[in-house]
Structure formats: structure tokens, C-alpha cells
């Protein structure tokens, strides 16, 4: 009788086991849950990333540094840190990066041997994963010194051979060393951290590094103590409401090619902006692809679109014995020609910057400065002479 009461209580526990089990699983399916998936511990752009915080609140609020309007909430967020420049590589073994659709402003220009290489200068959008996150060149110090008092730079190294090419030795100058310069040599895990298999492929270590917006922006607040206090001798850009659809042209691309020592692999270099009329923005085409960024999966845009032409020339600083990485650099203080992309049209005009600390100032021919349209600024630096075919 006990023996049988024992087999009784088994099949029937395991009854019950059986139909919780199914009835469980039946609910996981139902509702497309996946028990099996594994999930990155840092949430990617498109799954978990935040570019602009939703709300119904009215956009009263300009960002200083674009003129794209926003909410008082947003504007709450972005006043409690600073502009924050951060290094993304553009090699192809890079690509596509992520990080690039939230910046505020864009600068591209050519780090060595023809590969191009992007600041981008994030504020007031909330983002997510950013890089791969490349070295710091010269230049990119004078653009990111024009976001007022100490401005966020964030990189891997630095170019560091002795004359005007020296990146490294230049922050130590300028006083940011162990301040507002974010250098992953010094700072490391886990503001920084490698990813090999974020691109999907056997990725070099040189192209591993990743970090996040607000990684950075909480590392400078905590550990350095630089939140809001930077806008000391900052100047804007001026804005203007874009062109109504009825104004705006059908269409119109403007290709160019950065200046490679490397012309097997100069293709892959190739830009074109491309407008589409009723967004009214510049659709950015990459080596002849669509560019896209890794985590949103949408093409990069911009709402504005300058090309600042300048003198440009090489270190001759020996990085590489056969010359094809050795560093460049761009006259980016002075004065020269532009072109403006704006509204489906191109736009003759100059470039001001006195000194390294100044805002590069932008004029027409007749010598107003130039007011954008409120939206990203994307700024390709090509030296003077550069082709630019526009259709």
C-alpha cells in the first residue's frame, strides 16, 4: 500500500511538472520570448541606446552647438555635462562605426595615407556605443578647442613624433593632460573596453576600442570634476529656419575623393553627399555605400554640409620609413574658400580662425556669416584645389 502510494505521488508530481513545463513554454512562445538569447551587458544603439529622449513637451530650448530645439527636460541633461569630442576611425576594417547619427557636429579629414578620420562632437543628444575610437591628431585639438573652457577630448594615444605633428606632446602644453583629455592609455577599463567581435569578423586589436557617451561624460563629471562650467568665450554658430519644401530643388549629389599616397585603395575613400528633398538633408554615401551606423542601422545625414578648403601637407616625421603614414597636417588657423551645402543648395563662401581657441566663423561672398539650418553640421576638411563634381 506504501509502495503504492509512493508511485502514485511520483507519476503525479511528475504530472504536474510536465504541464507547468509546457504551459510554461507555451506562454514563452506565445509571446516571442527566447529563454536562449544572450544579451550584450552593453546595450547597442538600436536595442537599448537612447538618441533623443521622447516627449510631448514643446521644444523651446536651442542647442548651442547645432540650433536643433528641444525640450526643457533635454536641456536639463545636457547642462550638466560639456561638449565632448571623441576620435572615430573611418579604415575600412572599422567600418560601419558606431556612434557617428548622434553627434552634434561632424569633422572629417585624413589622419595618414589617405585614410580619413572623424572627430565627432556629441552635447546634446543622448547616445550610446561609440568607436572604434582611434589617436589623437593636431588638428582635431584646434577644432576641439573652440567648445569654450577645457572641452572633452577622447582618443586612444595620440600621434607623438617630435615637430608640429606632435598630438600628444601639444595636450600636454595646452595643460588637458589628467583633465578634460580622455585618453584611454590613461583612463582604460571600464570607461574603455575592446570588443573583437562587435563587427562580426576577426577584427584587429587597433579597431577594438569602444566606449559610450555616458561613460565618458560620468568618468569626467566623478573622477575629474568637469560637468557644466565650459561655455567661457564659446560663440555660436547662427541659425535660420530651412527652406520650405516648395523652395527646394528636385535634387543635386556633390562627390569628392580625400587625397590618398595609396591609390589602390583611394576608392574606398570616396564621399558623396546626396540631397533628398523632403527631409531636406544630405544623405552620406562612404567608398561608393550607403554610410550607415552599426547599431541604428540607418544611413548618416546631416542637415548641413561644409567643405573648408586649407592648406594641407605632411610631417615628414618618419611614422613609416616609406612615407605613406606619415602624419598630415592642415592649415586650419587663417582664412580661406568654402563651399556650403544647405536648403538643396551650394553655397560660395570663406573660412575665419585667428587662433587655436577662436570659432572658425563662416561668411558668404559677400561677407555675412552664414546661418545654418538647425540640424547636424558635418565639416570635410579638403585641401585647396580639391575636385568637388557636383550634378
Not at 546634446?124 to 584646434?142: E, H, N
Not at 556633390?254 to 574606398?268: E, H, I
Not at 554610410?291 to 546631416?302: M, N, S
Request: proline share 4%.
Amino acid at each position: 500500500m506504501d509502495k503504492r502510494k509512493l508511485v502514485i505521488g511520483i507519476v503525479g508530481g511528475l504530472g504536474l511538472y510536465l504541464i507547468s513545463t509546457g504551459l510554461s513554454y507555451a506562454a514563452f512562445s506565445f509571446s516571442g520570448t527566447k529563454t536562449t538569447e544572450v544579451k550584450s551587458p552593453v546595450a547597442t544603439g538600436k536595442k537599448g541606446g537612447l538618441k533623443r529622449v521622447i516627449s510631448n513637451l514643446p521644444r523651446t530650448e536651442e542647442c548651442p552647438l547645432d540650433g536643433t530645439m528641444y525640450t526643457k527636460d533635454e536641456k536639463a541633461a545636457w547642462d550638466k555635462r560639456r561638449p565632448l569630442g571623441v576620435m572615430i576611425e573611418n579604415s575600412k576594417a572599422a567600418r560601419p562605426q558606431s556612434g557617428l547619427s548622434y553627434a552634434d557636429i561632424v569633422y572629417e579629414a585624413v589622419a595618414e595615407g589617405g585614410i580619413s578620420r572623424f572627430m565627432a562632437v556629441f552635447y546634446c543628444q543622448d547616445g550610446d556605443i561609440v568607436g572604434p575610437v582611434r589617436s589623437a591628431r593636431t588638428y582635431y585639438l584646434d577644432w576641439i578647442s573652440e567648445y569654450g573652457s577645457s572641452p572633452l577630448y577622447a582618443h586612444v594615444g595620440g600621434a607623438n613624433t617630435p615637430g608640429p605633428a606632435d598630438a600628444l606632446g601639444q595636450i600636454e602644453r595646452y595643460g588637458w593632460s589628467g583633465d578634460n583629455d580622455l585618453n584611454q592609455f590613461s583612463i582604460g577599463f571600464p570607461t574603455f573596453y575592446r570588443d573583437y567581435e562587435r563587427l562580426g569578423k576577426d577584427t584587429a586589436t587597433e579597431h577594438t576600442v569602444y566606449t559610450t557617451l555616458l561613460k565618458l561624460w560620468d568618468f569626467a563629471a566623478k573622477k575629474r570634476e568637469l560637468t557644466n562650467d565650459w561655455a567661457t568665450g564659446f560663440i555660436p554658430w547662427s541659425f535660420k529656419e530651412e527652406a520650405a519644401l516648395t523652395n527646394r530643388p528636385a535634387s543635386l549629389a556633390v562627390d569628392f575623393g580625400l587625397p590618398s599616397v595609396q591609390t589602390a585603395y583611394a576608392g574606398s575613400y570616396l564621399v558623396s553627399w546626396k540631397y533628398d528633398r523632403e527631409t531636406n538633408l544630405y544623405l552620406r554615401f562612404n567608398g561608393g555605400e550607403a554610410h550607415k551606423d552599426l547599431d541604428t542601422e540607418e544611413q548618416i545625414t546631416a542637415k548641413n554640409v561644409v567643405l573648408q578648403f586649407m592648406t594641407m601637407g605632411i610631417a615628414d616625421d618618419g611614422y613609416l620609413e616609406d612615407g605613406h603614414g606619415s602624419h598630415t597636417l592642415y592649415g586650419t588657423k587663417g582664412t580661406g574658400k568654402a563651399k556650403f551645402l544647405m536648403d538643396g543648395q551650394v553655397i560660395d563662401g570663406t573660412w575665419v580662425k585667428k587662433t587655436r581657441t577662436d570659432r572658425t566663423k563662416f561668411f558668404d561672398t559677400k561677407g555675412v556669416e552664414i546661418k545654418f539650418n538647425r540640424g547636424t553640421i558635418w565639416i570635410e576638411a579638403l585641401p585647396i584645389g580639391q575636385q568637388v563634381d557636383v550634378k
